[in-house]
């Protein structure tokens, strides 16, 4: 069954008349909106008033400065004003007054420094030679062969040779700077070292009645047999 509309109900037709009233109204309103909202605003500007403060302006000025005092000049007297430069043969007196020098004055006082006493050089030949044991070196070396033993070290290297060494006899009959000229080894020096070292005193030698000190040279030859 087809359905039939009426003309004069049919909204259809009447659809572009309401478009156009729809947007004639639109239109009117955003032209009232913009007209309200410009509104002129003013901005006042207030000035604050008050009562006007003198103030008086002062110069800034700096310090002054402490001038620079003068040095005090103080008298000092030297040493030199005391001290007088005289000959040789010009007698001078020693005896000084204390009471003429004040507080303030410096008084030099003289101080004796005593001299290094400096060793004697020992003397190899002297008027009175030293003894040992009532003899002369030969009963020295005769003793010291007797003390002398062969290092065991050196006996087992088979080490052999001539010892050179010197010795000084002091004052006191004292031995005293053992040195050696030559020596085949150590172990020999050594070894003479303890010899030389254990042994006794002997009578000093004199020089123009004069105990003096007498350096020796003394030879020991070292061999294996």
């Known amino acids: 069954m087809e359905i039939k509309k009426n003309p004069k109900v049919d909204l259809e ?16 309103i955003c032209i009232i ?8 605003k003013t901005i006042e500007i207030m000035q604050i008033s008050g009562p006007e403060i003198e103030m008086d302006l002062v110069d800034i000025t700096k310090p002054e400065e402490p001038k620079p005092q003068a ?15 005289v000959k040789n043969d010009t007698k001078i007196d020693t005896n000084f007054d204390f009471a003429e020098f004040t507080e303030d004055e410096i ?36 003793w010291v062969a007797q003390e002398f033993q062969i290092p065991a070290i050196a006996a087992e290297n088979g080490i052999q040779g001539r010892v050179v060494v010197q010795f000084v006899i002091e004052k006191d009959g004292s031995l005293s700077n053992i040195e050696f000229l030559q020596s085949p080894d150590r172990v020999y020096e050594d070894e003479v070292t303890r010899v030389l070292k254990k042994s006794p005193k002997w009578t000093p030698g004199r020089q123009r009645d004069a105990v003096v000190r007498v350096r020796y040279i003394l030879p020991i030859n070292c061999t294996l047999q």
């Open 33 to 40: 909106a913009l007209s309200v909202g410009q509104e002129k």
């Open 107 to 142: 008084i030099v006082e003289e101080i004796e420094v005593e001299e290094e006493v400096q060793e004697e050089a020992p003397f190899l030949k002297v008027e009175v030679m030293p003894s040992f044991m009532g003899g002369d070196l030969n009963t020295f070396r005769a």
């Open 13 to 28: 037709n009447k659809k572009g008349i309401f478009l156009e009233v729809g947007m004639i109204i639109a239109l009117a």
């Open 71 to 85: 040095p005090v000049k103080q008298a000092v007297q030297l040493i030199s004003d005391f001290i007088k430069v």
